[in-house]
């Protein structure tokens, strides 16, 4: 069945400012490991597009499930990949790097799923206290800064101190200072994964006992025949 041009989910412009994060992500991963400007530059553009693709998607009300996960999805491979890289420049910290993708994508995935399964319009609507003020715009906004504030300064911190403040690295301050926001921020995902365990254990405590309700009698209906 063909699709109206104006209903065409794939060209909204949010989803095309998507699919430049994509692109822009992929070329930040080859040359990860050996040019760290291009690398480092688009990677901080891809992110940044992240709070522009919502922008889009809200002034010209093309908001979709499929952009919402289109975003998601970026977000997650795209802090792996650096995490992954990050593993092979400091191995001493490789379980921790390990430990925080395990963490952003098992709890972010079981958020998501749960949303859908539950049939929230959106991820960001819950009625979890943690949750209603983590998805605030300008709270969700800054904490995913810090968050890719920090690795990129670990990353960039691999090949050159950058410019230096009374004679300390302006990167290294950057990361400590955004560090602590990127631990909260790991244990809000856990909180994801809590809080969507509980919204599954409901739905299906729900089931079951509709499940019970609709089960036959096993008491034999009318008069017994002898």
Known sequence: MAIAEHDNVFIFVPNIIGYARIVLALIAFWFMSTNYVIAGWCYIISALLDAVDGHAARAFNQSTRFGAMLDQLTDRCGTTGLLVTLSYFYPNYMF?????IAIDVACHWLYMQTSVVVGRTSHKVNDNFVM????????????CCANELFYVCLYL??????????????FKILAF?????????????????????????AVDVRERQEKRNKKPSSEPSGKKIE
Do not use: E, N
């Open 96 to 100: 921790w790097f390990q430990l925080s």
């Open 132 to 143: 209603r003020i983590y998805y605030q715009k300008d709270v969700l906004t800054f904490m």
């Open 157 to 170: 911190l691999h090949f050159t101190y950058g410019p230096l403040i009374l004679g300390a690295s302006l």
């Open 177 to 201: 200072l955004s560090g602590p926001f990127a631990v909260l921020k790991a244990l809000i995902s856990v909180m994801h994964a809590y809080v969507a365990g509980q919204d599954l254990a």
